[in-house]
């Protein structure tokens, strides 16, 4: 695809930069928006030189006026770690819900296609695993995680609406964990607060018996399928993620492994609805988008180690906040 205008929102955070980069490359015109609530223009500062990527500053849960045409939106705007929802709890329902509307909105109105970034978390703690798009999901509403969970069930519901009663085209995926370089070293989530702790020389932290799964899809893998799933005509949600499950105990000694690093792993309590298991049932975007992922976990692990460790020393001493 190339020749197309794209908005991208999120565009400084981590999904949202690689996304603008992959566009671009292809000879698209990318609008980058962003509030910078928990994302970096070091991310995207590399794409302000080139003529084909503008970027707004602004908060979409706010009225959104881009001028000229739109052929595609990329609603990705939303602080998705616990870390960073749980310190900004109703930024996070409002973009979720608000920044959702007003994507929604901007789409009609430009006669746009619009791609939403929901989450496995719509799932909730799962009753039923893998977990298929079928299954609605086991989430406590009033829960910590709630803000986030239930923003983007209600981002999901309001898509679909759009789509049932105005028509516009819409495509909805359902992210699972993603990792690769972007990340933030802080942001709470196990596997750059495993390579932190490393780089540090500190005991790496797994909270519980580390027996909790999860399945980590590496970035490029991850914006391949988005990519397919925006150029396909189904509007219902899809999983994108690698079913590759792996403990977080066996992934904490991959990451001492990767890193040499001779410190301990150390337990501590489990967070209140942590989930305990996390894997996707790939075969709708097998199906339909012929998508799989391709890059395995020891490959991915290393790129994003690398980058990691290429930033200035600084930047490893910044404990979770
Ligand atoms: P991120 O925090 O790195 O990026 C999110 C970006 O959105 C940031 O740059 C932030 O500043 C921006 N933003 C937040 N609220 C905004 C607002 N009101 N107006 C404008 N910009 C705003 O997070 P990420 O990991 O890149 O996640 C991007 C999207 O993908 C989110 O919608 C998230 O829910 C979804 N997602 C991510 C994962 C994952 O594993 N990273 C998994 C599931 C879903």
């Known amino acids: 695809m190339s020749g197309k205008r794209i908005l991208i929102t999120g565009a400084a955070g981590f999904l949202g930069s690689h996304l603008c980069d992959r566009f671009v490359k292809e000879g698209n015109d990318v609008i980058g928006m962003d509030n910078l609530i928990t994302g970096d223009l070091r991310n995207i500062e590399h794409l302000f030189k080139l003529k084909n990527f503008e970027f707004y500053n602004h908060d979409v849960s706010k009225f959104i006026h881009v001028p000229g045409h739109l052929d595609y939106i990329l609603h990705f705007a939303s602080p998705a770690s616990p870390i960073d929802y749980l310190k900004i709890p109703i930024q996070t329902l409002k973009v979720g819900a608000l920044g959702t509307h007003n994507c929604l909105g901007l789409a009609k109105e430009k006669k746009a296609r619009i791609l939403v970034a929901s989450t496995s978390e719509v799932y909730g703690d799962p009753l039923v695993h893998p ?171 290393k790129k994003t180690y690398d980058y990691f460790k290429s930033l200035p020393e600084a930047e490893w001493s910044k404990q979770p906040k």
């Open 131 to 301: 977990q298929t798009e079928e299954y609605w999901g086991n989430v406590n509403p009033v829960g910590p995680r709630g803000v986030y969970d239930e923003a983007k069930r209600f981002m999901e519901s309001i898509t679909m609406a759009y789509h049932t009663y105005h028509g516009v085209e819409t495509r909805i995926v359902r992210i699972f964990n993603t990792y690769g370089p972007r990340m933030r070293l802080n942001d709470g989530r196990a596997l750059p607060a495993f390579i932190g702790q490393a780089l540090r020389g500190e005991d790496l932290t797994v909270f519980g018996d580390g027996s909790q799964t999860r399945s980590f899809c590496y970035v490029d893998d991850l914006v391949e399928g988005i990519y397919r799933l925006l150029l396909s005509d189904y509007a219902k949600p899809v999983n994108i993620g690698n079913p590759n499950e792996i403990s977080l105990k066996d992934f904490a000694e991959e990451v001492l492994k990767l890193t040499g690093s001779k410190v301990k792993i150390i337990y501590k309590p489990l967070p209140v609805d942590d989930p305990k298991q996390r894997k996707p049932d790939i075969s709708k975007a097998k199906q339909l988008l012929n998508w799989e992922p391709k890059i395995d976990r020891a490959a991915g692990l």
